[in-house]
């Protein structure tokens, strides 16, 4: 089966050729692709005898949660059977796509559900435009901070971006889009000369490197300093304003000093920082900071010139919120 979704135009004529079809075929099966069709048989501007050729994976929801605050959460199934979950989100009228970009991970920070389990593949291009595709044409923004570390998976996530933001298809903006990393400096360098515009959010959940290789290991071969170059850098060659994210756990990152200690670290870094609330994760004994902590901590940084905003709470109900994403296994499947 070849996986047509992660083709793009110029490709698929190639393809085309081979077959013996005129070369405008392409761009109408790419057309028809990238607009969310289920199968080859609705693609009904194709001859039948063409349609009957082709055959493309494409994840299918398997199951579909509502969370009290409007919150979705889809598990797909994916062509080989594994599934992935993605979430979609309302923010004051726009509607955003939290798509994941492996089955499962193997970055092993503490507080997150992703990695149970460890990584068991890559996601096509494709598997990841599929998770959009799905949600019909509504969908504004994409935030790559799924199940996986984007850039553990560099060429994908690069083939993924450019495909969908190819104006003969989905059209959306790379300056709609937002990519997570936990701290793959390498990698982040290697995307800022990929001439991809989207905004670098970081994981970054302390202000010193002794918390966040407890958190993080990926720390203990990237640094917090080695980090912060590589965002400065991709500051410099994309001038795209880097977010960072910080989860406030109870007793572990979210003291005063802490809140100091952060804003000393990004000085000189053109950011933003996100405050989240830790979420609950089964096997993980790690409690939310309060809300007063939060703010205390978000005041601290504001007054140090910080830019920071302390994020809502959406789908926790569901397990749908910020670390609760997971690979389902088979007992999930079997249901």
Same mark, same amino acid.
């Given at each position: ?150 850039? !553990? ?131 993980? !004994? ?50």
């Amino acid at each position: 089966m070849i996986d047509l979704l992660s083709q793009t135009p110029e490709e698929l004529t190639e393809l085309f050729k081979e077959w013996g079809q005129p070369a405008y075929r392409a761009g109408q099966v790419f057309k028809a692709l990238h607009s969310g069709v289920p199968d080859a048989a609705s693609m009904t501007t194709l001859p039948l005898k063409l349609r009957e050729k082709l055959d493309f994976p494409r994840p299918r929801v398997k199951t579909e949660q509502l969370s009290a605050d409007g919150t979705r959460k889809l598990l797909y199934e994916l062509s080989d059977g594994e599934t992935v979950e993605s979430v979609l989100l309302d923010y004051g009228g726009e509607t955003t796509v939290c798509l994941s970009s492996q089955v499962g991970c193997r970055m092993g920070c503490a507080f997150c559900a992703s990695t149970t389990g460890g990584k068991v593949r890559d996601l096509t291009a494709g598997e990841m435009l599929g998770q959009i595709l799905y949600c019909g044409r509504h969908v504004s923004r994409a935030v790559m901070m799924g199940i996986g570390e984007p850039l !553990d998976n560099l060429d994908n996530t690069a083939r993924f971006l450019r495909l969908l933001s190819r104006p003969e298809g989905r059209g959306m903006s790379l300056r709609h889009v937002s990519l997570s990393t936990c701290g793959l400096a390498p990698e982040i360098l290697k995307l800022a000369d990929m001439g991809l515009p989207v905004t670098l959010s970081v994981s970054l959940h302390a202000p010193d490197d002794d918390t966040r290789n407890y958190l993080m290991p990926i720390n203990r071969r990237f640094s917090l300093q080695e980090l912060l170059t590589s965002c400065r850098m991709y500051f410099e060659k994309t001038r795209r304003r880097n977010s960072f994210e910080y989860i406030l756990i109870k007793g572990i990152n979210d003291s005063p000093a802490q809140a100091g200690d952060l804003a000393a670290l990004l000085k000189g870094q053109d950011a933003h920082v996100n405050l989240i609330f830790f979420n609950p994760v089964k096997g993980k !004994d790690f409690l939310p900071s309060s809300r007063e902590t939060a703010e205390r901590f978000a005041q601290t940084l504001a007054s140090r010139g910080v830019g920071v905003t302390v994020r809502r709470r959406l789908g926790a109900d569901i397990d749908a919120a910020c670390g609760q994403l997971r690979r389902r296994t088979a007992e999930t499947k079997a249901r």
